[in-house]
């Protein structure tokens, strides 16, 4: 069986890591089996190539704890929820089965997560249609499946998280996973100086990436958080989460 626990869907094979690396490295460790679909191959990508993205995108997996990361080879720059694309994905729900997905938000600076927002969406939906067919890797065909929860991880454009989780144990491995990507982001002495800048390649990135992760941590009184969107409203099965015994 391959499935996996929770699933953390990109458009671009860094997005992950920026914005949920720290909850997905805390799962791994807990024991837990993470999964990454990167949507694109980054290939518009001002900076680096397909095959440095490639072999970033697998450095970043192993220093995340992913037990799988797959990319569905969807056009960088020009995501559409076509019908291959939601029945590619359903595959991945159906063959993997996670119980929580992470995907991007509904609303974003670049137009490629809105539109994985809507594929994730479409395909969780479909995934659970008893009557859509779809075939797994092995040629046999697959059971429906709807993953639990569907929470929309942070990225360019903010909004009222529903929840956040303290990821100050494990920031340093997040930003370890984020160098990785080193065609994209700055690392000195590492990240090639002689390709065009970007947001992401400028030192203040860096900043950029801390600042929110201590502003969220604030907010909950750690030191470092990540925020997430839930779609519908969330319970809890008793306060108790909150209680410590007498010492
Ligand atoms: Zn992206």
């Excluded at 990508?45 to 993205?53: D, F, L, W």
């Excluded at 000195?188 to 941590?217: K, N």
């Excluded at 470092?224 to 839930?230: C, G, P, R, T």
């Amino acid at each position: 069986m391959e499935r996996v626990d929770v699933l953390a869907i990109g458009a671009h094979p860094d997005d992950v890591e920026m914005s949920c690396g720290g909850t997905l490295i805390k799962l791994a460790r807990a024991g837990w089996r993470v999964g990454i679909v990167d949507c694109t191959r980054g290939e518009l990508g001002s900076r680096g190539t397909v095959e440095i993205r490639e072999q970033e995108a697998a450095k970043a997996a192993a220093l995340l704890g992913a037990v799988v990361r797959e990319n569905l080879g969807l056009p960088d720059g020009n995501v559409t929820v076509t019908l291959d694309a939601v029945t590619a994905l359903v595959r991945l729900f159906r063959f993997y089965r996670p119980q929580i997905v992470l995907f991007p938000p509904p609303f974003e600076r670049h137009p490629d997560h809105e539109q994985v927002h809507r594929l994730v969406r479409a395909a969780y939906f479909h995934s659970g249609l008893a009557k859509l067919v779809t075939v797994g890797p092995d040629g046999q065909p697959q059971s429906p499946y709807r993953p639990r929860q569907l929470f929309c991880y942070m990225q360019a454009y903010e909004f009222q998280p529903s929840f956040y989780v303290d990821i100050s144990d494990v920031y340093e491995d997040k930003v370890r996973a984020v160098q990785a990507h080193a065609s994209q982001v700055y690392v000195p002495g590492i990240s090639p100086e002689d390709e065009p800048e970007t947001v992401l390649s400028r030192p203040e990135f860096w900043e950029l990436l801390e600042v929110r992760a201590r502003y969220f941590g604030i907010r909950i009184g750690v030191r470092y958080a990540e925020a997430f969107l839930a779609l519908t409203p969330l319970g809890i099965p008793t306060l108790a989460i909150w209680l410590q015994p007498d010492p």
